[in-house]
């Protein structure tokens, strides 16, 4: 082989060896921040409210068992006080809302391993809860109240609690109230644990348990639609706050629920919505 041919067949190795690098790069860099997945990982340009909005829709859990706050209706829609706000909020930040239900004590993890963007299911606002998760500012005070069969005599407050059988939702704020304060103060009873309020409150009924703790805006539907035969005694043991629960870091998200939020309380919006389950005006 002559000189010439040699240095012209280098040469044609080499051209080929750069188009081969050139195409390698180009196909590495055609993964542009808007053909990324939407559980784009923490620290790259994307964050949480992009993605919801790229994608038109906002994923909000939330039990679906909890009238008027949270329930199917006769469609088998989501319906209820927090849908309706979780509705509006999605509305404001220009997205859909896509219900998912699930039992309350299995929504808080749900929140944390990315199954939800956000919660709209009366979770209390706790110093726990938030080394876990942000919250918005609080939309409903709920005043809890002991919940007893309608002729009972002997319990009048929690100070009766002791031998007792109280039941409780699973996985709630009132569960640990109940194992970490009440029963320091007031002494040992037994806590019977419920998925759902409606199996709790027929429980009661039929004096499968002695009390429960909750609040009358949750039971008075159930109580009514029922002819459950129960009665609230003494005053609220406690007051309550909730807000709507988000993944732990991203501000975006919560900057923008929390306008949504302030926005529907200045306009009425959020008046209007109060009313319409509760009859009264908003309680904060």
Request: charge should be negative; glycine fraction near 8%; aromatic fraction near 8%.
């Amino acid at each position: 082989m002559s000189i010439k041919v040699k240095q012209s067949f280098r040469a044609v190795m080499l051209v080929s060896a750069i188009a081969l690098v050139l195409a390698s790069c180009s196909t590495k860099s055609t993964q542009t921040p808007e053909t990324m997945p939407n559980n784009t990982p923490a620290g790259t340009s994307a964050n949480l409210l992009d993605n919801i909005k790229k994608s038109g829709k906002i994923n909000i859990g939330l039990m679906g068992t909890y009238a008027p706050y949270n329930f199917l209706n006769d469609k088998h829609e989501v319906d209820g006080f927090d849908a309706d706000v979780a509705k509006e909020v999605a509305k404001r930040m220009g997205v859909e809302v896509e219900f998912i239900t699930g039992e309350f004590s299995g929504l808080i993890e749900g929140l944390q391993k990315d199954k939800y963007d956000a919660l709209v299911s009366q979770v209390t606002i706790t110093e726990d809860r938030k080394k876990t998760m942000d919250f918005s500012t609080p939309y409903i005070k709920n005043s809890v109240n002991v919940i007893v069969q309608e002729g009972n005599t002997t319990i009048q407050s929690v100070e009766d609690f002791k031998s007792k059988k109280i039941g409780v939702g699973l996985g709630t704020n009132d569960e640990k109230y109940l194992r970490e304060t009440l029963i320091p103060k007031v002494g040992d009873f037994e806590i019977v644990t419920y998925n759902d309020v409606i199996t709790s409150l027929t429980d009661l009924n039929i004096g499968r348990i002695d009390a429960t703790i909750n609040n009358m805006f949750a039971i008075t539907p159930l109580v009514e639609k029922n002819q459950i035969k129960i009665k609230a005694v003494g005053e609220a043991i406690k007051d309550d706050f909730a807000g709507i629960a988000i993944r732990k870091n991203n501000p975006e998200l919560l900057g923008a629920v929390n306008n949504a939020l302030d926005e529907m309380k200045s306009d009425g919006t959020f008046k209007e919505i109060f009313q319409k389950w509760f009859g009264v005006d908003p309680n904060i």
